[in-house]
């Protein structure tokens, strides 16, 4: 699944990875802080416009989350582990020598559980709002204001996370983990671009 934000990029992240991270999920949930992994610190996330976060369900202390399918020979393969990666859409191809134009927010699988789903969009609408975004989820057809995509997907935003773990256990009896395939679009179209203009060369490499 994948969301595009465009902005004019005047603007900076001020809030941190945590408070992200609280409000995607929640600070705590019957006096258990909430369980995540990450990729990316406070400094990336507000000026590169980097981070990649799933809450792990198969730590955390709520046992409705004992029974997810899992797959111990590739766990990825399961609704356990849902990445939400945020980054500038060329970020990845080019090592960060081109960027484009848009923020893509895009999850592990196509079709995410409702309690990631949420805070999927959730990040948007937090990153839109910090740089005075707009948000796309038809592959940049379409953009809508922060009101707006708000307004559409209310019924989704005003689950509780108890609520969104009600219905995400009744889509795990019947969704299939099916993996994003812009991961392997972008594998290839790194390895396309790293054959046309060579590995990058940071500046301490440089020096040596």
């Known amino acids: ?3 595009y934000i465009k902005s004019d990029y005047c ?6 990875t945590r408070n992200l991270v609280w409000k995607m999920w929640f600070k705590e949930w019957h006096g258990h802080p909430i369980t995540y992994s990450n990729v990316g610190d406070d400094e990336m996330l507000q000026d590169d416009f980097f981070f990649g976060v799933q809450f792990d369900k198969w730590r955390f202390n709520d046992k409705r989350w004992n029974h997810i399918p899992y797959d111990k020979s590739n766990p990825w393969n399961s609704f356990s582990d849902e ?4 980054e500038f859409e060329n970020d990845f191809i080019t090592d960060g020598r081109e960027r484009g134009e848009h923020l893509r927010i895009a999850t592990t699988h196509t079709d995410i559980l409702t309690v990631d789903k ?3 969009y959730i990040m948007a609408i937090e990153v839109a709002t ?12 379409t953009w809508l204001s922060i009101e707006e995509f708000k307004a559409k997907h209310a019924d989704l935003l005003h689950l509780t996370y108890d609520e969104a773990v009600d219905i995400s256990l009744e889509e795990l009896e019947v969704m299939e983990a099916v993996d994003e395939p812009l991961w392997d679009e972008l594998h290839k179209g790194w390895e396309e671009y790293i054959a046309i203009h060579g590995e990058r060369v940071y500046d301490d490499e440089e020096d040596e």
């Open 1 to 3: 699944m994948r969301l």
């Open 11 to 16: 603007k900076r992240i001020t809030f941190t």
């Open 83 to 86: 990445n939400i990666q945020l």
């Open 118 to 120: 949420r805070a999927m």
């Open 130 to 141: 910090a740089i005075d975004g707009q948000i796309s989820e038809d592959d940049k057809e």
